[in-house]
């Protein structure tokens, strides 16, 4: 088992439930990682040095298998829900395994509407998330960049 975290309960759990969802076909695609750890560590980490020990560090973290639903009981407010269902979203529609499959899998899909009702918004909020991201529909970078300023709202509220 790894050391302790150094980043907070909130942020792990948060880095748990999107690693879970990207996790749920079995497979945990190099740009669904990279996403992941080049954002939080960009957030979390205030220099160079920091930044690639917090990627290493949080690696470790996205080979765990935890079931969503403990994970979802530990978010405290319906912006940590829409959060997480924002940047799940995203992550999972970052990679195809082949370029004939969809960039959302059947087992992503299925995890993912599991988080869905998990959550328990309002169906004209995750309407509205998958909407926005839909809309942004960016190319990696792109993604990764969003990613980054949706977190880095989060951290600062």
């Not at 926005?132 to 951290?155: I, Q, S």
């Amino acid at each position: 088992m790894p050391p302790p975290p150094s980043i907070t309960p909130r942020q792990m759990n948060l880095l748990r439930i999107v690693a879970a969802l990207a996790w749920s076909d079995g497979h945990l695609a190099a740009e669904e990682v990279t996403v992941m750890l080049d954002r939080l560590s960009r957030i979390f980490a205030t220099d160079a040095a920091q930044q690639k020990a917090l990627q290493h560090e949080l690696r470790e973290y996205l080979m765990q298998h935890i079931p969503l639903s403990e994970l979802v009981s530990k978010l405290e407010s319906d912006a940590e829900r829409a959060l997480v269902l924002h940047l799940g979203y995203e992550v999972i529609s970052c990679s195809a395994r082949s370029p004939s499959e969809a960039r959302i899998n059947a087992e992503e899909d299925a995890a993912y509407q599991n988080l869905v009702q998990l959550l328990g918004l309002p169906p004209e909020t995750v309407k509205q998330i998958e909407a926005a991201v839909a809309a942004e529909a960016p190319p990696p970078e792109g993604l990764a960049d969003r990613l980054t300023h949706t977190l880095e709202d989060f951290v600062h509220q």
